[in-house]
């Protein structure tokens, strides 16, 4: 046996930074759960994303799950090409993934998008 369950929905992800980040905070609360003894609650939305850049210096954040969810971390509309998010994907990124996501302290941008959002997604 395979150990997998038929009925577990079989989705495509993305095979981004992004996504295993997402991802492994999921798998990380339910280990903790797991080891405690309690039921498991963490499930994993799909979320991918997609960096464009389409000009100098401009780039679209293109950030989504499942069925096409639409998944902006920031409150403003991320297909606009900016400034902002091309210093993100240049400056900002590179450093979450060497020095969190490799060490297993970044858990993808969930906590900001809450934050950004006012706890409103």
């Known amino acids: 046996s395979s150990g997998i369950n038929a009925e577990w929905p079989l989705r ?13 905070g999921v798998l990380y609360e339910n280990i903790q759960k797991l080891m405690k003894g309690e039921k498991l609650s963490g499930s994993y939305n799909g979320y991918t ?7 100098d210096n401009k780039l679209v954040l293109a ?10 971390t920031f409150p403003f ?9 091309y210093f993100l994907k240049k400056e900002v990124m590179p450093p979450l993934y ?17 934050l950004a959002h006012l706890g409103t997604v």
């Open 12 to 24: 495509p992800g993305g095979k981004t930074a992004a996504k295993v980040a997402a991802e492994s």
């Open 49 to 55: 994303s997609c960096p464009l850049t389409v000009g």
């Open 63 to 72: 950030e989504f799950g499942y069925d096409g969810a639409i998944l902006e």
């Open 77 to 85: 509309n991320q297909a606009n090409p900016m400034w902002l998010t």
């Open 98 to 114: 060497w020095h969190g996501l490799i060490k297993g302290t970044w858990r993808g941008p969930g906590v900001f998008r809450k």
